[in-house]
C-alpha cells in the first residue's frame, strides 16, 4: 500500500528557514516524478515544485529561487529545503505522487510564517 509520510513542518519567522520531508512507502518511487502542493486557509491547493525520476525540478514563480526540492532515490524520499519564507508562504503542504496513473497525497504539515 502507497504511504506518504511529510515531516518538518512548524512555525518560523520572516526570513527563516524550514526543511520538509517526505518518507515514500509500499513501493519504489525512483522512476516517478514527485512534488510538494501547498493549501492556505481558503485557497485551493497550488503546486510548489516537482522533480522527476531524473532530478529535472520545476517551481512554481512564488517560491522560485528560495526552494529547492531534492530527492533520494535509494531512501525514497522527496524533500523541500524552504528559504526566505514569507508570510504568504503559510500552508499545509502536502507531498504527492502519481504512480501508476493513481495519485496519492500525504497528511500533510502545516508550515506557518509569522512574527
Known amino acids: 500500500q502507497v504511504q506518504l509520510v511529510e515531516s518538518g513542518g512548524g512555525l518560523v519567522q520572516p526570513g527563516g528557514s524550514l526543511r520538509l520531508s517526505c518518507a515514500a512507502s509500499?513501493?519504489?518511487?525512483?522512476?516517478?516524478?514527485m512534488g510538494w502542493y501547498r493549501q492556505a486557509p481558503g485557497k485551493q491547493r497550488e503546486l510548489v515544485a516537482t522533480?522527476?525520476?531524473?532530478?529535472?525540478?520545476n517551481y512554481a514563480g512564488s517560491v522560485k529561487g528560495r526552494f529547492t526540492i531534492s530527492r533520494d532515490n535509494a531512501k525514497n524520499t522527496v524533500s523541500l529545503q524552504m528559504n526566505s519564507l514569507k508570510p504568504e508562504d503559510t500552508a499545509v503542504y502536502y507531498c504527492?505522487?502519481?504512480?501508476?496513473?493513481?495519485?496519492?497525497w500525504g497528511q500533510g504539515t502545516q508550515v506557518s510564517v509569522s512574527s
Open positions: 522533480i522527476t525520476s531524473g532530478g529535472n525540478t
Open positions: 504527492y505522487v502519481n504512480y501508476l496513473h493513481k495519485g496519492y
Open positions: 509500499g513501493t519504489s518511487f525512483s522512476s516517478y516524478c
